[in-house]
């Protein structure tokens, strides 16, 4: 249908991950006065981004090699992966390059 639904857990105290990556990021632009408060007691940036890493290292292993993905139209080149689709790539690489 083309629409999405994202439940989150609003968790008391929380602190944006970017928020550890400093001041020069724009999303803590409106908060940069508060950088030191927002970081205080957490871990530094590097263990924040090595966390989220391992995270989606983890969420994608789930689904490594799962053959069931290529059957699903909505996830991107899954045609391709299966070995469909050739027209319709050439078209968009024509389209991308100013050929078609």
Known sequence: TGDTTLLMQC????????TFFGGEQPNNWGVQERLPE???????????AADG??????????YW??????????????DWYA??????WRAGQAQA???G
């Open 11 to 18: 968790l008391e105290n929380a602190v944006p991950a970017g």
């Open 65 to 78: 090699r799962d053959e069931a993905l290529l059957s699903k139209p909505w996830l991107r080149a899954s």
């Open 97 to 99: 390059s100013g050929e």
């Open 53 to 62: 890493f391992k995270l989606y290292a983890r969420m994608h292993a789930a």
């Open 38 to 48: 927002l970081c205080a007691g957490n871990p530094p940036p590097e263990d924040v």
């Open 83 to 88: 070995g469909c689709g050739e027209a319709a």
